[in-house]
Nanobody, 124 residues
Framework: QVQLVESGGGLVQAGGSLRLSCAAS????????MAWFRQGPGKEREFVCF???????FYADSVKGRFTMFRDDAGNTVYLQMNSLQPEDTADYYC??????????????????WGQGTQVTVSS
C-alpha cells in the first residue's frame, strides 16, 4: 500500500524556519516525481515545488529564494526547507507523487498519490 506521510509542521514566528519531511513507502521512490502543495485557510490548493530524481527543482514564484526542496532517494524521503517564513505561508502542506507524464506539474489533479498533510502556522 502506497503511503506518503508528512511531518515537521508547527507554529513559528515570521522570519523563522521549518523543515518538512515526506516519507514514502510502497512505491519505487526514484521512479516518481515528488511535489509539495499547500492550501491556506479560505484559499485554493497552491503548487509549491516539484522535482524528479536527479532533476532540477521547479518552484512557485511565491517561494523562490526562500524554500528549498531536496530528496533522499536512498531514504525514500523528500524535504522542504522553509526559511524566512511569512504569515502568508500559513497553510496545510501536502506532498504528492506521480509517475513520469507530460501534463502540468502545477495541477494537483495530475498526481497519483497524496499524503495527509502537515500544518504550518506563521505568526507575525
Amino acid at each position: 500500500q502506497v503511503q506518503l506521510v508528512e511531518s515537521g509542521g508547527g507554529l513559528v514566528q515570521a522570519g523563522g524556519s521549518l523543515r518538512l519531511s515526506c516519507a514514502a513507502s510502497g512505491l519505487t521512490f526514484n521512479s516518481y516525481g515528488m511535489a509539495w502543495f499547500r492550501q491556506g485557510p479560505g484559499k485554493e490548493r497552491e503548487f509549491v515545488c516539484f522535482t524528479r530524481s536527479g532533476g532540477s527543482v521547479f518552484y512557485a514564484d511565491s517561494v523562490k529564494g526562500r524554500f528549498t526542496m531536496f530528496r533522499d532517494d536512498a531514504g525514500n524521503t523528500v524535504y522542504l526547507q522553509m526559511n524566512s517564513l511569512q504569515p502568508e505561508d500559513t497553510a496545510d502542506y501536502y506532498c504528492a507523487a506521480r509517475l513520469p507524464k507530460t501534463n502540468s506539474i502545477r495541477d494537483g489533479s495530475n498526481y497519483d498519490y497524496w499524503g495527509q498533510g502537515t500544518q504550518v502556522t506563521v505568526s507575525s
